[in-house]
């Protein structure tokens, strides 16, 4: 195996993985809410913008909680709930919608205007069943007891990075290693 270099920072002396850090900040409520551990602002419509929006505030650990505790699979419970319905609903308005333009007949620019939006909107729905999908899956794994860890070295994913991706299922040092290799390979 290569040896990680270690950062020029005195910070990570242990080498051990972020979720390690990540316990050890949400217990001492050193993390910002919601803002990733690295650089991104926090722009994405995927991140806790739309949790907050949901109405779903940050989980707040109790000293010497356990990662992924009953509390904590109910919080992500709820938040995958309430992401499902909110997407299932906006499923229903794109499929009504796509009724609706196919009954108005048009002249040609239109139809080809037409034409755009219907495949955007296909687009739109391919994507949320992937999305829908996706939290099911999530579901699944709450329900297994084996939600919020890394699919790829076992690790925690942590509780801040699942509530801005609760679909994730990789921590951010695997998800990072395969958005290098897969930009290697595209
Ligand atoms: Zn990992």
């Known amino acids: 195996m290569p040896s990680k270099t270690p950062p020029s920072g005195a910070e990570s002396r242990t080498g051990r993985k972020n979720a390690d850090q990540i316990t050890e900040d949400i217990k001492t409520s050193k993390i910002d809410t919601m803002t990733e551990t690295t650089t991104k602002p926090k722009k994405s419509p995927a991140t806790g913008q739309t949790l907050l929006s949901y109405g779903v505030q940050p989980y707040v650990s109790i ?23 909110a997407l299932l609903q ?8 796509l009724k609706e333009s196919a009954e108005i007949p048009a002249d040609i620019s239109d139809q080809a ?34 939600y919020g860890f890394c699919n790829e070295c076992g690790e925690e994913i942590g509780i801040r990075r699942l509530e801005a991706r609760p679909t994730a299922t990789l921590c951010i040092d695997c998800k990072t290693l395969d958005e290098v290799r897969e930009r290697q390979r595209g």
Request: aromatic share 6%; no cysteine; glycine share 4%.
């Open 113 to 146: 205007t037409q034409e755009e939006t219907f495949a955007l909107k296909l687009r739109t729905r391919d994507r949320e069943s992937k999305l829908l999908k996706k939290i099911e899956e999530s579901i699944e794994l709450i329900d297994n007891k084996e």
């Open 63 to 85: 000293d010497g909680e356990n990662y992924m505790s009953e509390a904590q699979l109910v919080h992500f419970r709820n938040i995958l709930n309430i992401w499902k319905n």
């Open 90 to 97: 906006g499923g229903d308005e794109t499929i009504h919608d």
